[in-house]
């Protein structure tokens, strides 16, 4: 099993930056790939953004693209979402995702992001 908790989120208006923390522990080699995804009230939950542990390859939304940045520390067991020019619409609640050899997925308990204008 794999347990992610999330840390980093808060309240910060438009043009702003946040920086994501999620520090993994239990089956940390299992793990494939770490992602993070959001969810917005009413909305389905999203990916925003994942990279492979071992290699590093990254992966964004096209709404992540330029702004978020994603990256590990393997040594740490740790994923990262630099948050760029932060706008209204990605506030949201941001959940760690671990993806590999397990099944379900294992999730984070979620951090809030709250973008005013």
């Known amino acids: 099993q794999v347990q992610l908790v999330e840390s980093g989120g808060g309240l910060v208006q438009a043009g702003g930056s946040l920086r994501l923390s999620c520090t993994a522990s239990?089956?940390?080699?299992?793990?494939?790939?770490l992602g993070w995804y959001r969810q917005a009230p009413g909305e389905k939950r999203e990916l925003v953004a994942h990279?492979?542990?071992?290699?590093?390859?990254?992966h964004y939304a096209d709404s992540a693209k330029g702004r978020f940045a994603i990256s590990r520390d393997n040594f740490k067991n740790m994923v990262y979402l630099q948050m760029n020019n932060l706008k209204p619409e990605d506030t949201a609640v941001y959940y760690c995702?671990?993806?590999?050899?397990?099944?379900?997925?294992?999730w984070g308990q979620g951090t809030q992001v709250t973008v005013s204008s």
């Open positions: 990279i492979t542990r071992l290699g590093g390859t990254t």
């Open positions: 995702n671990a993806a590999g050899a397990f099944d379900p997925d294992s």
């Open positions: 239990g089956s940390i080699f299992s793990i494939t790939v």
